[in-house]
């Protein structure tokens, strides 16, 4: 699609309707790579240049929240090399980009328990989000050790601290409030969830949170993921009945 066509798609978004959360399971690097007999490390950082573009696609459109994941917590099944190559470009990221998105007032949030990532990326982790906690145009929010199942289970067990420390009692614990204990407490559920490259699955993406968030599936792998694929999404978000469970 070129530049012309693109801007075209763009104009057919209606700006009354945008999805105040996108949330994007950033998937399909490997084969992107594969595709192209390169290591797979060429389409992460291939994919790394789509991060950058997207974020600022999204902060541009008005989109209040954006949500990508990043690294779960299954990834640390995969060779060391490739964990390795994953946290050394999620520092170069940051170092690349922090002043950017200072001044595009972005804040930087995460996901996951940053604690078990390596210092070096931890490190720079907080310093992003430390740097951008005043900012508030667009809340960029990385699931980084990131997983549904294991962010459900560390609520629980901190509700269960709280009903221990007399904080809130157990009758009062309901759907809303269990929102609160979650990595994504303050941020409201996801409108729109895109998720690339082919697979129908969640991957344990955000579980509790997409209850009823819309789905938007491509083929295309996220290394060949441009704008003109977040503006079709939209377009089709904006054209679903939100229902929840109404008529
Ligand atoms: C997504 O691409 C990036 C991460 C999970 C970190 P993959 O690395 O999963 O690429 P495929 O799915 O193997 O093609
Ligand atoms: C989901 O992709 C995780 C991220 C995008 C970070 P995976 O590639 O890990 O998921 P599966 O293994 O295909 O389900
Ligand atoms: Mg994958």
Redesign the pocket.
């Known amino acids: 699609m070129n530049k012309k066509e693109s801007i075209e798609l763009k104009s057919k978004i209606d700006i009354n309707n945008i999805p105040s959360h996108v949330a994007i399971?950033?998937?399909g690097n490997g084969r992107w790579a594969k595709e192209r007999f390169l290591p797979r490390t060429a389409g992460h950082q291939e994919g790394m240049k789509r991060v950058i573009e997207i974020v600022e696609v999204a902060e541009k459109l008005n989109i209040k929240y954006l949500s990508l994941?990043?690294?779960?917590t299954?990834?640390w099944k995969r060779p060391k090399e490739e964990i390795e190559g994953l946290m050394k470009l999620l520092v170069q990221y940051i170092r690349s980009e922090l002043n950017k998105i200072c001044k595009n007032n972005i804040r930087i949030q995460t996901m996951g328990d940053i604690s078990k990532l390596p210092e070096t990326p931890r490190k720079e982790v907080e310093r992003a989000i430390e740097k951008t906690k005043n900012n508030n145009k667009m809340v960029l929010n990385i699931?980084l050790n990131y997983g549904g199942r294991d962010e459900i289970v560390r609520a629980v067990k901190n509700i269960l601290e709280d009903v221990k420390m007399g904080k809130i009692n157990e009758k009062d614990i309901n759907t809303k409030n269990f929102s609160n204990y979650l990595y994504t407490n303050g941020i409201p559920d996801p409108d729109l969830l895109i998720r690339p490259s082919g697979?129908l699955?969640l991957?344990n993406?955000m579980l509790y949170q997409i209850a009823y968030t819309e789905f938007w599936f491509s083929d295309i792998y996220w290394p060949d993921f441009k704008e003109e694929h977040f503006y079709k999404a939209i377009i089709d978000y904006q054209k679903r009945d939100r229902r929840f469970g109404g008529i």
């Open positions: 399971i950033m998937d994941y990043a690294f779960s299954e990834n699931g697979e699955r991957s993406f």
